[in-house]
């Protein structure tokens, strides 16, 4: 069982900023995330879009915060459980947690932060019958390890920045790359469609536009998919494939979350905002676009400046019997986990005789 402080679930950039202010308490922390990797729809959904109002960034890319928070937190420590979803919460008598996920890794903390973004995200899957029949046998809605991919012929269907991204990463892994895209026109970051055509043209990509995969065919493992052209003349094509990875983007659900008891109000979780945006559940707080009260603003920023409030609550719970002494980072510095130390150089004045 994994044992920690403050169980935080979901790794957006609410999520990884929580590991920062609760590190600064001497708080330890986890994280458990539906997604195989940390930075929630920034990661998953939009890496290279630029994000214009995060304070003293004019402009940054999603994927780009994302790596920064992973910096700025890596003298706390952080664990993480990627790739599995936090599936039933019990209380226990002493009043601390047990928090199961849908493998059945148990976590324990006294206090839990449910940090989900807009919940837990699933792939949309595309309308295709026996699907299902295939996953982890030659379908994939997520690439854990690109690796896997290595010297086989994959077929990856999308057209924004998940499926550009990837085709353009394992064409230099699979022995032959397909981008199969409904439209003409791409929906993702123009360097990367950009960059998709030059290895079209090099022959490292095969770009089919204007198609979908409509089918799949095999006995045990995928053998072939079936790609329909809009274009009639060209009709249905059976192309032999040892993968195919359909990325078209996450579909937000509070999933198992809403069965826990918490009070919900239109698909988010409810919260005391005058204080520290804990939940109907003591011990329980929701911070992020996940909870909702009066004045809520979906930015990243709230879900920072929420952050840091409930850390503040949480070590009261933890510790009620200490005070804590706010004390500004310009001050008190940065003290890792891991032994190293941030802080300002100290001046030295001496005093002198004339």
């Not at 892994?173 to 043209?201: M, T």
Request: charged share 25%; net charge negative; glycine share 10%.
């Amino acid at each position: 069982m994994i044992k920690t402080d403050i169980l935080i679930i979901g790794a957006g950039p609410t999520g990884l900023f929580t590991v920062f202010e609760a590190g600064l308490l001497k708080l330890k922390t986890h994280l458990i995330d539906a997604l195989p990797q940390p930075g929630g729809q920034c990661s998953e959904i939009y890496p290279k879009k630029p994000i214009y109002d995060i304070p003293a960034f004019p402009e940054i890319l999603a994927g780009d915060l994302v790596k920064n928070l992973m910096e700025q937190i890596k003298p706390f420590e952080p664990g993480f459980t990627l790739g599995e979803r936090a599936e039933t919460l019990e209380k226990l008598d002493d009043g601390t947690f047990i928090v199961t996920t849908n493998k059945g890794t148990q976590h324990h903390a006294p206090v839990v932060a449910i940090a989900g973004g807009l919940g837990s995200f699933e792939p949309r899957k595309p309308p295709i019958a026996n699907i299902s029949d295939f996953e982890d046998k030659g379908v994939s809605y997520f690439i854990k390890d690109p690796e896997v991919y290595r010297d086989r012929k994959v077929v990856i269907a999308g057209g924004g920045d998940s499926a550009l991204d990837w085709a353009i990463y394992l064409s230099d892994v699979a022995s032959e790359v397909s981008l199969v895209h409904r439209r003409e026109e791409f929906r993702g970051a123009l360097d990367s469609v950009e960059r998709v055509s030059e290895l079209a043209k090099l022959g490292k990509i095969e770009m089919i536009t204007n198609a979908e995969v409509v089918g799949l065919k095999g006995e045990d493992e995928l053998e072939k998919v079936v790609i329909r052209h809009k274009d009639k003349a060209r009709g249905e094509e059976f192309r032999e494939v040892d993968d195919f990875i359909p990325l078209f983007g996450l579909s937000p659900k509070l999933g198992p979350i809403g069965n826990w008891g918490l009070e919900i109000e239109k698909n988010a979780i409810k919260v005391d905002n005058s204080y520290d945006y804990q939940t109907n559940i003591p011990g329980v707080y929701a911070i992020g676009d996940v909870n909702t009260y009066k004045g809520k603003l979906k930015l990243i920023l709230s879900g920072f400046h929420e952050a840091a409030i409930m850390c503040q609550s949480a070590y009261q719970r933890i510790f009620p019997d200490k005070k804590y002494v706010l004390k500004y980072t310009t001050v008190g510095g940065v003290e890792g986990f891991d032994g190293s130390k941030k802080e300002a150089k100290r001046e030295v004045v001496q005093s002198i005789s004339v």
